[in-house]
């Protein structure tokens, strides 16, 4: 049976509920074998404007059209995408004997269906398979962060989990001209293969994703913007610098850090008090031991024209002064079988999907850092990283782990954006190690996790990167120079490193981090002081060499503020990448599309890292028009490859023609 239903059409099969609904510039798809559809939403739709679709149904066959994509609904319940030409978009995946002429499609013994609810005996849920015919030539970008060398991803398996350093956003953008969003929190993954494209839920309910279709990416990306939300506005000191490492361990330490940039005259913005500054896990406050004043640091720092950022961890150690609280109101994560689930100490993590959790951990950091003046935070451990990521084990208010906890970093950023709002602050940033589809509206800034210090995990960064930007989440960052593994007086590190940062000054936000080597002692035995801290990790720290070539990119990255705050201005207005790839910017020029190892940083800067060890020069592609070297002027005509040398302190960067007259280049 099909009806019409408002702006959708609602079929119903036998087991099967049907419901594809006009949404933005877009399709809504659900499906389920339940009575009815969920009621609560996965937090990741916001109401969106929507035209009247043009519904046409006939007998058993329906088609509904919104914006510039079609869907076919045909008798046997398959679905097709079209765009406005008619040409084929997306195609269900059916082998079965139920298929139609009219689908120019034909029976098959092999039983196979589109959309799959397996039932999962004793609970209220299926595993879920959503099944597409394939398009060898097909290219597929997005679907957040991953650590891999790949920017498309057709012919991977993509994982849709959290874990440290893989963010899960799953929306894709295909080079045919259509996004795809599986708007679905469940721990499951995709295969982009050659045969078959397969969407797989472990635990679900129901079966929903969003579709729209466009003439070019960016009209892709802004109408997925327009139904997920955008990015606030970055903050001016989101534009500049960042001082970060593991990590300062007292008070007078991360003064004078700060007071010798200003004597060395280098810009600085933001400087990171990171992990357990604290006495415990969940007490989410200073250890007055080693910061006895944190007030009086923080008016300092401001004096100084420096914005402080401290690191808040979702755990919660049985010793916290919270713990017990927590534990009797039930806002601590639940396990199938006990109660210890953070990987360091004998501690809980907060339920970020549970309201009542939210408001009391933002209580909690209000009183201790908000009201002291510190408006800016590090949402650590943002996937939650709980022992091995063992996904069946634990439980949210919301659901099981494995139904839906890839929106737990949502929730978290969404914790501090509300507080922070209820305060009356706009232009709302905060640093997290994961998203998920809808983060970006609360102000999340993610960076890509614990990497190793290598050139093998620099050029994965730079793939997971761009995909970042074309899932929707254009707020992200690395730690310059990788997480693990550098050593401060080692010359291939040293070489890394200044790669990495010429790379961070055309990043959407550029912060040095990092566990240096060799490490050093803790300064205690209690609280704070009894955790190790990595060695030095300021731009001097590397010798006369290294420190030349960062204050060159800090006071390059000054002279682009103008243009990087109009950039951050189009991905607020529109959901616009900070950085992409070419084809973004130049779709109509199909050498971009083949592309994965430069990008443009907004609109008018192409940039081509040197992504490995001893490269001295780099060959690249320029398209179309005039560019210009933003080291030493050279112009150049695009439309060609061009090679270019790459000493040391040299990442090539090049503005478009008639561009960048006001950043003084």
Known sequence: MLIRKEN????????????????????????????EFLQEDFGTLIPAGTAEPAIVIDKEEAEITNGKITCHIYGNGDLEFTDRNGKQLLMEYNRTRLMTENANRFESALEILPRTFDPIQGADGYHLTVRFEADECEKIFGMGQYQQPYLDVKGCIIELAQRNSQASVPFMISNKG???????????????????????????????????AGDTPAEIEEAYAEVTGTVPMMPEYGLGFWQCKLR???????????????????????IVVDFFHWPHQGEWDFDRTYWPDPKAMVDELREMGITLMVSIWPSVETASENYREMAEKGYLVRTEYGLNTHILADAGVFDATDPDARAFVWSRIKAHYYDLGIHLFWLDEAEPEM??????????????????????????????????????????????RCAWAGSQRYGALVWSGDIDSS??????????????????????????????????????????????????????????????????????TSGGGSTISGAENEVWSYG????????????????????????????????????????????????????????????DILVAPILYEGARERTLYLPGGRWISIHDGTVYDGGRKITVPAPLEIIPAFYREGTLRESGI
């Open 8 to 35: 959708a059409v609602l079929r119903r099969f036998g087991k099967e509920i049907l419901l594809v609904e006009a949404y933005g510039r877009g399709l809504r798809v659900r499906a389920t074998e339940r009575r």
């Open 544 to 603: 006369p060499e290294l420190f030349e070539i960062c204050k060159y990119y800090i006071a390059l990255r000054e002279k682009l503020r103008p243009y990087t705050r109009s950039v951050m201005k189009e991905a607020h207005e529109k959901g616009t990448p900070v950085i992409r790839p070419l084809f973004y910017d130049f779709p109509s020029d199909p050498v971009c599309w083949e592309v994965d190892d430069t990008y443009m940083f907004g609109p």
């Open 387 to 432: 022992t091995n990521y063992e996904f069946k084990h634990y439980r949210y208010a919301a659901g099981p782990d494995v139904e839906v906890g890839n929106r737990y970093p949502l929730d978290y950023a969404r914790m501090a954006y509300e507080g922070m709002a209820a305060e009356g602050q706009e232009n709302i940033v905060n640093l997290l």
């Open 455 to 524: 050139f093998r995990a620099f050029r994965n960064q730079l793939r997971a990167g761009l995909n970042m930007g074309l899932a929707g989440i254009p707020w992200w960052t690395t730690d310059i120079g990788g997480f693990h593994g550098g050593n401060i007086y080692d010359p291939k590190f040293k070489e890394l490193l200044a790669r990495w940062f010429a790379f961070g000054c055309f990043s959407p936000v550029m912060r040095l981090h990092g566990y240096r080597e060799p490490f050093k002692e803790p300064i205690g």
């Open 178 to 212: 259509y996004g795809f969003l599986w708007n679905n929190p469940a721990i499951g993954r995709v295969t982009f293969g050659k045969n078959l494209t397969e969407w797989y839920a472990e635990s679900t309910k129901q079966m929903d994703y969003w579709i729209t």
């Open 248 to 270: 300062y361990q007292t008070q007078d330490e991360i003064l004078e850090i700060a007071h010798r940039y200003k004597k060395e005259n280098i810009p600085i913005d933001v």
